[in-house]
C-alpha cells in the first residue's frame, strides 16, 4: 500500500519545479478552492473563474507558504483574499451575490421544506456583509475551528466568535421579523 504524499512534500517538490507534485496538489484540493470561492462570492460562474485564476497564480504563490500553518488554512486565506481582491473590482455588491439564488437549483432533490429553508437562508445571507460572509463560509461552510478560520481571515479568534454570534442574531432577527 503506498501513502499519498503530504501537502507539504508535495509544496517541496513543486517548488523544485516538479510539475506532477504541483499538479497533484491542484487536483487534490481544486474543489476546496472552488467550494470557498462559491461561498464567498455567491455565484457558481465567479467561483469557477476564480477557482482557476488562484490555480495559475499559486505557482508563484507557493514560496510564500511557510509551514507556520497547514497546507490549506493557507490556502483558505489565498483563496479569500482572491475573493476580496475581486470584489473590490467590481463597483457593487450586486454582482456578487448575484449567484446566491444557485443553491436552490443544486438542492432541488430535496423536499419542498428544505428547498424553502435553504431559499431564505440564502436571502439571509446575501443580507449580510462581507465578512460576516466570509466567515461563515470557512466556519460553517468549510466546518473550520474558529482558530482555523481566524488563521485564514487574518482575524483573531475571538472576533470570528463575534463574527458567527452577530450572524446568529441577525438571522434570528430576521426570522422573527419575517414571522410578525
Known amino acids: 500500500m503506498r501513502m499519498e ?13 516538479d510539475a506532477g507534485a504541483f499538479g497533484l496538489l491542484v487536483a487534490r484540493h481544486y474543489d476546496r478552492i472552488f467550494r470557498v470561492a462559491w461561498r464567498v462570492l ?3 460562474a465567479d467561483a469557477e473563474d476564480l ?6 497564480a499559486l505557482p508563484g504563490k507557493l514560496d510564500g ?8 488554512t493557507w490556502l483558505h486565506r ?7 481582491d475581486r470584489l473590490r473590482r467590481h463597483a457593487t455588491h450586486a454582482r456578487a451575490v448575484q449567484g446566491w439564488g444557485d443553491v436552490e437549483t443544486l438542492r432541488r432533490d430535496e423536499a419542498r421544506q428544505a428547498a424553502d429553508q435553504q431559499e431564505w437562508l440564502v436571502r439571509a445571507m446575501t443580507a449580510l456583509p462581507l465578512d ?17 478560520a481566524a488563521a485564514a481571515l487574518g ?8 463574527r458567527m454570534s452577530e450572524v446568529r442574531k441577525r438571522l434570528r432577527r430576521l426570522a422573527e421579523e419575517e414571522r410578525a
Open 42 to 44: 455567491g455565484s457558481q
Open 5 to 17: 504524499p503530504s501537502d507539504r512534500a508535495l509544496v517541496d517538490r513543486a517548488l523544485a519545479g
Open 65 to 72: 507558504f511557510r509551514a507556520e500553518a497547514r497546507f490549506t
Open 51 to 56: 477557482a482557476q485564476d488562484v490555480c495559475a
Open 155 to 162: 482575524v483573531s479568534e475571538g472576533t470570528v466568535s463575534w
Open 132 to 148: 460576516l460572509r466570509e466567515t461563515v463560509a470557512l466556519v460553517l461552510g468549510e466546518e473550520m475551528t474558529h482558530a482555523e
Open 78 to 84: 489565498v483563496v479569500v483574499n482572491a475573493a476580496r
